[in-house]
C-alpha cells in the first residue's frame, strides 16, 4: 500500500523540533547548577546527563521553530552537564553506573552517555574555551580507548554494537583509525548475526525492544561512513519491528525474552527508519502517538535529537498500522499478529530453553490482548522462575512444566488463531477470535495428557490492570487495587475494570498483586506498575474454559 506524499505535507525535522521545544522550560526547571546534573522527578542516574545533547542542539539550530537558538541557559546546562560527566569518571575513564533509584552497578564505559556527551562535544568545540576543551578531551579519549579495548575481545551484543558505532563516529571526528577499524570489523560482525527474520537474538530468540538499539547504531554508522551494506539488514529490522508495534505505537512484549511491557513509545532508531518509505510513515506514525501520550522525559530526548539531525523526509509508502484487518503470520510461523476493528493479539510460539543468565526472561506468556479503547487487557511479558505467570502450568507427577519446548500456530475464520503448545508431549491450546469491535472470546484446552492420577494442569490469564484503579468481582465485590494482596477462590461469572468486563462459566482463582521478576532491579523487585492479575483454573480433557472479553 502507498501513500505518495510530496515533502511539503509533512516534515519530520518539524514534528521532532515542537517535541523537543515544548519540554525545555522542564527540563531547565530540573537541572541543578551547582552539581551539573538534571534531577528527573528530583532523581538523578547517570544517563540523565545524556540531556546535554539535544539541549547543545537546540543551542546550534537555527530554524523558526527553535525560539532557543543561541539561549545562554541552554549553553549553560550544556556545558556544566559534560563538565559533570568528566568529574565523574575515574582515572580510566569509567563511571559509575547509578540509576535513579540510587543503586549501583559498578563503574563502567556508559555507552550512551559517552556517545551523546561526545556529540555534544562536536557540536560546542567551536564555543569551548581552552580548559574545557582539554578536560572534555581527555575524559572523551579515557572513555572510547577503554570501549576500544572492550570491542577488540568482545561478542556482538546490542552495547557492544553501540560503542561500535561510537568509535567509528570518533574516529571520524578526531582523525583516529584506531577507532574506526575495531568500529567497523564489529559493526560487520553483527549484520553476519542478525537472523533473517530481522532480529539480532537476545537469549535465543527475538527483543523488539533491544531490535532498536541495534537499529539505532546501525543506522547511525550508515549516517556517518555511507556504507550502503546495512541498507538491507536495516529494511529486515524495519519490517520486524513495524509488525511487533500495537496500534498506539508501543512495543510488543510478547515475544520478548527480555523485557516487560512498557506504556511508553520508543525514538531509538527513527533516523534509520527514515531511510526507506515504510520508515517514514513508521515514523510519523509513531511521533503523532508520542504528541498524544508522552511525559516530558521521554518527548525530550536524546535519541529525537538524533532523529533530528539524520532523518530524511521524502515520500511514504503505507504500514499494517494504516488497515483496521489484517494479520500476519512472523518469525517463521512462530508468531502472529492480528488487526481486527479495534482488536489486536499476538500469539508467540517462541519456545527457548531458560538460560540462568539474570537478563534473560523465562518465554512463557504467550498471549497479548490490546483494544484502542481500553490499551493492554490481557499480557504484560515474561518473568522467570515464576510459573504463576505462564499460560499453562502442568504438574505430572514430580516433574512441573511451565515454559513449552514446541509450539505451531495457524489461522482460522478469517481473524481468530490457534496456539498449540507443547509441554513433554502434553498437548494444550489458545484460541482466540475477535467476534466485533466490542467482543473477543479466548478458549484454553487440553487434548493430551498422561492419565497418571498426580496429573494436573492449569492454565493462568494474566490481565494487565491499572494500580489505583478499582476491581469489580461478581457478584458485589469492589476491591482497590494497591500493594495489598487480594487471593479468592471460586470466582465465578464476571470481573470488571475501567472500561472492560470478562466473562466466564467456570469457577477460577484471582490473585492481585503478581509481580514478576525485574532484572533492572538489583533485587529483581518489580514496582506496582509492572504488577498483573491473574485468573487462573483448572483443565481437563475436552472440556475448554472459554473467556469472553467485552468493551463497554
Known amino acids: 500500500m502507498k501513500m505518495r506524499q510530496p515533502k511539503s505535507c509533512y516534515s519530520i525535522k518539524d514534528s521532532i523540533m515542537n517535541l523537543l521545544v515544548k519540554y525545555v522550560p522542564v527540563i531547565i526547571k530540573s537541572f541543578d547548577k551547582h552539581t551539573g546534573r538534571f534531577l528527573i522527578g528530583n532523581r538523578w542516574g547517570i544517563t540523565n546527563q545524556d540531556l546535554i545533547y539535544p539541549l547543545a542542539l537546540l543551542y546550534k539550530t537555527k530554524s523558526p521553530k527553535n525560539p532557543f537558538f543561541r539561549d545562554p541557559h541552554l549553553f549553560e546546562a550544556a556545558l556544566l552537564g559534560g563538565d559533570c560527566i568528566r568529574r565523574l569518571q575515574y582515572d580510566d575513564g569509567r563511571v559509575e553506573f547509578i540509576k535513579p533509584d540510587g543503586s549501583r552497578w559498578g563503574a563502567i564505559y556508559m555507552p550512551w552517555t559517552m556517545y551523546h556527551w561526545l556529540e555534544t562535544y562536536i557540536l560546542l568545540k567551536e ?62 560482525k553483527a549484520l553476519k548475526v542478525q537472523d533473517k527474520c530481522g532480529f539480532w537474538p537476545e537469549y535465543g530468540g527475538p527483543s523488539p525492544h533491544y531490535n532498536l538499539i541495534y537499529i539505532h547504531s546501525l543506522g547511525l554508522y550508515y549516517e556517518f561512513s555511507g556504507d550502503r551494506t546495512v541498507l538491507p539488514y536495516l529494511y529486515r529490522a ?85 488497515k483496521r484487518f489484517y494479520y500476519k503470520r512472523l518469525l517463521n510461523d512462530k508468531a502472529l499478529v492480528s488487526r481486527y476493528s479495534s482488536w489486536f493479539y499476538c500469539l508467540s510460539g517462541i519456545t527457548t530453553k531458560p538460560t540462568g543468565n539474570r537478563w534473560g526472561m523465562d518465554r512463557q506468556n504467550y498471549i497479548s490482548i490490546w483494544n484502542e479503547k481500553s490499551g493492554l487487557i490481557v499480557g504484560g511479558g515474561n518473568s522467570k522462575n515464576q510459573p504463576e505467570l505462564s499460560s499453562f502450568i502442568i504438574q505430572n507427577k514430580r516433574k512441573l512444566l511451565y515454559i513449552a519446548d514446541d509450539s505451531t500456530i495457524n489461522v482460522f475464520n478469517g481473524y481468530g488463531g490457534v496456539l498449540d503448545l507443547y509441554y513433554n508431549g502434553i498437548h494444550c491450546s489458545i484460541k482466540v477470535l475477535p467476534l466485533n469491535e466490542k467482543e473477543l472470546v479466548l478458549e484454553y484446552s487440553l487434548s493430551k495428557f498422561p492419565t ?26 469492589h476491591e482497590k487495587l494497591t500493594e495489598e494482596s487480594i487471593d479468592l477462590k471460586g470466582v465465578s461469572g464476571w470481573i470488571m475494570h475501567r472500561n472492560w468486563k470478562i466473562k466466564f462459566d467456570k469457577k477460577l482463582s484471582l490473585k492481585w498483586p503478581v509481580k514478576p521478576f525485574n532484572p533492572y532491579n538489583k533485587n529483581g523487585e518489580a514496582p506496582l506498575s509492572m504488577a498483573v492479575c491473574t485468573l487462573s483454573g483448572d483443565l481437563r480433557k475436552d472440556d475448554n474454559v472459554r473467556i469472553h472479553i467485552i468493551i463497554n
Open 127 to 188: 564555543d569551548l574555551d581552552d580548559e574545557r576543551m582539554f578536560e572534555w578531551l581527555r575524559g572523551l579519549n579515557l572513555a572510547l580507548n577503554g570501549m576500544k579495548r572492550e570491542v577488540e575481545k568482545s561478542p556482538v551484543h546490542n552495547i557492544t554494537v553501540w560503542k561500535a558505532m561510537t568509535l567509528f563516529r570518533a574516529g571520524l571526528a578526531f582523525k583516529r583509525r584506531d577507532f574506526l577499524i575495531p568500529g567497523q570489523k564489529m559493526i560487520y
Open 452 to 477: 497418571t492420577s498426580s496429573f494436573k494442569a492449569l492454565f493462568n490469564l494474566i490481565l494487565k490492570v491499572t494500580p489505583g484503579e478499582v476491581l469489580k468481582i461478581h457478584p458485589n465485590l
Open 238 to 322: 524495519l519490517r520486524f519491528q513495524i509488525y511487533f508495534t500495537y496500534p498506539d505505537g508501543t512495543t510488543v512484549e510478547t515475544i520478548d525474552g527480555r523485557t516487560k511491557y512498557n506504556p511508553s513509545i520508543s525514538v531509538l532508531g527513527l533516523a534509520a527508519f527514515t531511510l526507506f518509505p515504510e520508515g517514514r510513515r513508521f515514523v510519523h506514525f509513531l511521533l503523532s502517538r508520542m504528541e498524544k501520550k508522552q511525559r516530558y522525559y521521554n518527548c525530550f530526548n536524546p535519541a529525537l535529537a538524533t532523529a533530528y539531525v539524520h532523518s530524511h523526509d521524502g515520500v511514504m509508502h503505507g504500514i499494517p498500522q494504516d
